[in-house]
């Protein structure tokens, strides 16, 4: 069997997705998880970029073990310099220098020649291995490039000392086709390319992020760059789980090759990583959105019931999804409730099993029948990463047809209640306003959004907004069995984002 190297890039590339910002604590906790997923390397951000990227990369450097820790730098000796002091904690540190290859890049944006462009990469892939004996060259906008000039700087990084070659298609411009046939070439007319990894690392702007670095993998590829529910720049990136499932699942098409990844684990972190980011899992994403494996039409029910393989190609269970059914109620004890949160992949302290289980008695109260969904979010909300400044204590609410919105909404803040009032055009806006009105920050709400967890009328309503504050975008999710107070909660975890900053 050959190994196909997964290479996550959520933590940089998926980042830079607008609104996805997320702080050390947050990028540490998603790359635990993806270790624990089996990633062969994390990149970890892009170092040089800012002062809490470097020390995120750092902090992950030092924590996360297992993973290569890649750092992402131009082909700058600063960029490189802030790469390495970022990434050297790290057992298996790694720098990531690019330089775009192609006329338009070259011409408008870099405003260099050919020649130039050769010797800068060369230049910064030797200085990059003077200080790390791992080191990734990416001709940025690869696909794109005049095909004998990218011939001619892979190999000269690759004699200048890279051991890993991406080839992006940064743009996601490729067809499937002739990007598996841009690699084969690679392969035939790179005369050293035995000597370094092809890697691959393609955008989705046509869809075809995952297509494209299928067929590369058919043609030669052995890493592949992706980010975890496909979030990146723009349309994003190709989907680590689509990719990792592609690959599984048809093993006779792809024989002979096969990833390190726990597959197991594949559900809770696209879990983790929307709620961290605040980018909400579209219902028919594949692989981990909530009807991947929902099967609606009597005749496929019917199938499924007789023969799962009928209309099945993956077991839920295989990628970590435990299914919908009824749990928990009011009167489920604690022990039920930790033994189902074991089975869900949460091993919890004591302190904090006692925290998760007072607010699901709070929730049990108001709500039936409590569904694995519905835990998930109990516990995922209970330990948030970010330390609220601000809490919710109360609010009330009056509101109708015939009468103007009014809210009056109670904080906890550094031990003291602080209470605010507010007209507004609804319920929300009025709840909303009353608390810029205590916190006294001025922010735009760019998105919002209401989901049921479950069904039934007594399901847990799921609010996620993001939040514009001095053009940075800052992402909040809240959930209860009433929808004002989820919009509440996830109004306050943007705005404590915002102070935490
Ligand atoms: O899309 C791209 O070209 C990139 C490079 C920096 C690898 O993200
Ligand atoms: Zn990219």
Same mark, same amino acid.
């Given at each position: ?29 998603? $790359? ?23 020390? $995120? ?36 540190? =790694? ?16 405003? #260099?020649?050919?020649?130039? *462009? ?19 060259? /990416?001709?940025?906008? $690869?696909?794109?490039?005049? =095909? ?14 890279? /051991? ?13 086709? @002739?990007?598996?046939? !841009? +690699?084969?070439?690679?392969? @035939? ?35 592949? @760059?992706?980010?975890?529910?496909? +979030? ?24 002979? !090759? #096969?990833?390190?990844?726990?597959? #197991? ?73 930790? &033994? ?13 099993? &006692? ?61 003291? *209640? ?31 959004? !209401?989901? $049921? ?31 004002? &107070? ?11 984002? +915002?102070?935490?900053?």
């Amino acid at each position: 069997m050959e190994k196909i190297l997964i290479f996550d890039t959520t933590l940089r590339d998926g980042e830079q997705a607008p609104g996805a910002a997320l702080n050390q604590k947050e990028k540490l906790e998603i $790359a635990q998880a993806l270790a624990d997923l089996g990633a062969d390397f994390i990149e970890a951000g892009f170092p040089v970029s800012s002062k809490g990227d470097f020390e $995120a990369v750092k902090l992950v450097a030092k924590s996360v073990k297992g993973p290569g820790i890649c750092g992402l730098a131009r082909s700058i000796k600063k960029d490189i310099d802030a790469s390495f002091d970022a990434v050297k904690f790290s057992k298996r540190p =790694r720098i990531h220098v690019f330089l775009a290859t192609s006329k338009i890049h070259m011409k408008y944006k870099l405003r #260099k020649a050919e020649d130039e *462009i050769l010797r800068l990469a060369v230049d910064a892939v030797k200085y990059a291995r003077k200080k790390c004996s791992d080191v990734e060259f /990416s001709p940025e906008d $690869a696909s794109r490039s005049e =095909r004998n000039f990218l011939f001619r700087v892979v190999e000269e990084v690759i004699r200048a000392g890279a /051991s890993t070659v991406n080839i992006p298609d940064t743009v996601g411009y490729s067809q499937p086709q @002739e990007y598996g046939s !841009l +690699i084969k070439a690679i392969k @035939e007319n790179v005369p050293n390319i035995g000597k370094a990894v092809i890697s691959v690392h393609c955008h989705n702007d046509l869809g075809l992020g995952v297509a494209n670095s299928l067929e590369a993998i058919r043609n030669g590829a052995r890493q592949v @760059e992706c980010t975890v529910n496909g +979030i990146g720049e723009r349309a994003g990136n190709a989907s680590l789980e689509e990719i990792v499932m592609a690959i599984n699942t048809r093993n006779d098409f792809f024989a002979n !090759l #096969k990833t390190n990844i726990n597959r #197991k684990e594949i559900y809770k972190v696209s879990r983790l990583v929307s709620k961290l980011t605040g980018f909400v899992i579209a219902p028919n994403k594949a692989i981990v959105g909530a009807n991947a494996f929902r099967h609606e039409s009597g005749i496929h029910q019917d199938g499924v019931l007789k023969e799962r393989s009928t209309y099945e190609i993956i077991h839920p269970e295989d990628v970590g999804f435990t299914g919908v059914g009824i749990v928990l109620g009011k009167h489920s004890g604690r022990h039920a409730f930790s &033994e189902r949160l074991k089975a869900l992949g949460f091993h919890l302290s004591q302190n904090q099993l &006692e925290q998760a289980f007072e607010r699901f008695k709070q929730i049990a109260d108001k709500k039936k029948d409590i569904f694995d969904d519905d835990l998930r979010i109990i516990v995922e909300e209970e330990f948030r990463v970010t330390k609220p400044l601000w809490e919710l204590d109360s609010f009330e609410v009056n509101s109708g047809t015939r009468i103007t919105p009014v809210a009056c909404v109670r904080l906890k803040h550094k031990g003291k *209640i602080v209470s605010g009032q507010s007209v507004g055009d609804g319920p929300v806006d009025a709840c909303f306003k009353a608390i810029d009105k205590i916190i006294g920050v001025k922010v735009k709400l760019d998105d919002y959004r !209401l989901e $049921a967890v479950t069904s039934g009328k007594d399901a847990l309503g799921e609010v996620s907004l993001r939040l514009i504050f001095e053009n940075k975008t800052f992402s909040g999710r809240g959930s209860s069995t009433d929808i004002i &107070e989820s919009s509440l909660r996830a109004y306050l975890e943007a705005l404590n984002k +915002i102070k935490a900053k």
